[in-house]
């Protein structure tokens, strides 16, 4: 079992930035993919960014691209989501997940542990 506990969430200008942190404790052993997704008001859950086990493989969701940038450090067990240039349409509970994979997955469905999410706001 792997425990996510994310942070750094909070409310902000339009055109800020926040950083997203996602500890992960347990079986943290193993290599695991890990995604961000979000959840805003009265809408489904959707893809933000991935990172494979490595680092050295990304993914990110159109609506981010150039804004967003996910890491992690392995030795601190810590996934990040830096978010630059921050819109009203970004505001949502953002979550982190993790699948025991060296690679990283799109889906939501592929993701075997999930946090229990940080809220963003973004005002205009």
């Known amino acids: 079992q792997v425990q996510l506990v994310e942070s750094g969430g909070g409310l902000v200008q339009a055109g800020g930035s926040l950083r997203l942190s996602c500890v992960a404790s347990?079986?943290?052993?193993?290599?695991?993919?890990m995604g961000w997704f979000r959840q805003a008001p009265g809408k489904e859950r959707e893809f933000v960014a991935a990172i494979n086990w490595s680092g050295t493989g990304t993914y990110y969701t159109d609506s981010v691209k150039g804004r967003f940038t996910i890491s992690r450090d392995n030795a601190k067990n810590t996934g990040y989501l830096q978010m630059n240039s921050l819109k009203p349409e970004d505001t949502a509970v953002y979550y982190c997940?993790?699948?025991?994979?060296?690679?990283?997955?799109?889906?939501?469905?592929?993701?075997?542990?999930w946090g229990q999410g940080t809220r963003v706001t973004v005002s205009s």
């Open positions: 347990g079986r943290t052993s193993s290599m695991y993919g």
């Open positions: 997940a993790a699948k025991p994979t060296t690679s990283y997955y799109r889906r939501d469905s592929s993701y075997d542990y």
